[in-house]
Nanobody, 115 residues
Framework: VQLVESGGGSVHPGGSLRPSCAAS????????MSWYRQTPGKERNLVAS????????NYVDSVKGRFTISRDNVKKTVYLQMNSLKPEDTAVYFC?????????WGQGTQVTVSS
């Protein structure tokens, strides 16, 4: 089982990034997918989630209207389109897969927003 994030980076405030998370080793279409983020010394917190078929999404209030989670079950990949980025969005972003009694995590990708 692997979840491999990519697409993080450094941007100025107001910029955009689109991290992705490529899955392998499990039946991706049967798993709900989520993005979490974590800053040093703090807990890992949910940012956004999407149901197994992509029909339902959920967002933490602080990113509503700026971030969009989506998935491609053929490519076995989940995305997080992040627009209007703010310095407080700086964190390591992790993807998580939940389904069939299992939970899997990726290794994380760093997102830094600074001027």
């Amino acid at each position: 089982v692997q979840l491999v994030e990519s697409g993080g980076g450094s941007v100025h405030p107001g910029g955009s990034l689109r991290p992705s998370c490529a899955a392998s080793g499990f039946t991706f279409s049967r798993y709900a997918m989520s993005w979490y983020r974590q800053t040093p010394g703090k807990e890992r917190n949910l940012v956004a989630s999407v149901s197994s078929n992509g029909g339902a999404t959920n967002y933490v209030d602080s990113v509503k209207g700026r971030f969009t989670i989506s998935r491609d079950n053929v490519k076995k990949t989940v995305y997080l389109q992040m627009n209007s980025l703010k310095p407080e969005d700086t964190a390591v972003y992790f993807c998580r897969a939940v389904g069939e009694g299992y939970i899997y995590w990726g290794q994380g990708t760093q997102v830094t927003v600074s001027s």
